[in-house]
């Protein structure tokens, strides 16, 4: 024991903070970067597919529609544990502004179509959702709970 233990989570941990290119194929970093945090924090499995799921769909949509064709830019993804057993990821761009939160719920009447259900994932694994601009572009603030899940 170091004597600096606490049950209290790092506020900056190591690792904290994912830079991508506005290319497609980066978002195979996402799932081995999110994969090291998981390990280091204790992140549950399931929690750890729906940070998965929510950041890969976030961030493709920032490069997809966000960023005009052939447009170079950059998505950062930051990481924090405010409290144990709650995740925080932010993602941030330089993309036209664009709040993913104002899009409808999909009809759930409507034959399934891919495409389209991104925004639903979002609210379906998220514990907290917060868009915001910023001078320079879009922040969506993603908090996932493990409160009640098996560990």
């Known amino acids: 024991m170091t004597g600096r233990e606490t049950d209290q989570p790092e506020p900056n ?15 195979t970093r996402l799932p081995v970067w ?8 204790s992140i549950p499995r ?4 729906a940070i998965n799921v929510c950041l890969e769909e976030a961030v493709s949509n920032v490069i997809r529609h966000g960023y005009g064709e052939g ?5 950062t993804v930051h990481f924090t544990q405010p409290e144990k057993k709650f995740f925080e990821f932010t993602v941030e761009d330089e993309a036209r502004r664009f709040n993913p939160l104002d899009s409808p719920a999909p009809d759930s009447q ?16 998220a514990t907290q959702l917060e868009y915001s601009v910023t001078p320079t572009g879009n922040r969506l603030r993603m908090v996932f709970s493990g409160e009640n899940s098996g560990t």
């Open 34 to 41: 999110i994969g090291e945090l998981a390990v280091r924090h």
């Open 46 to 49: 399931e929690i750890e597919f």
């Open 71 to 75: 447009e170079i830019g950059e998505v």
């Open 110 to 125: 409507a034959p399934l179509r891919v495409g389209g259900q991104g925004v639903h994932f979002l609210r379906h694994f």
């Open 13 to 27: 941990p190591p690792g904290a903070m994912l830079s991508l290119q506005t290319r497609l194929s980066e978002i």
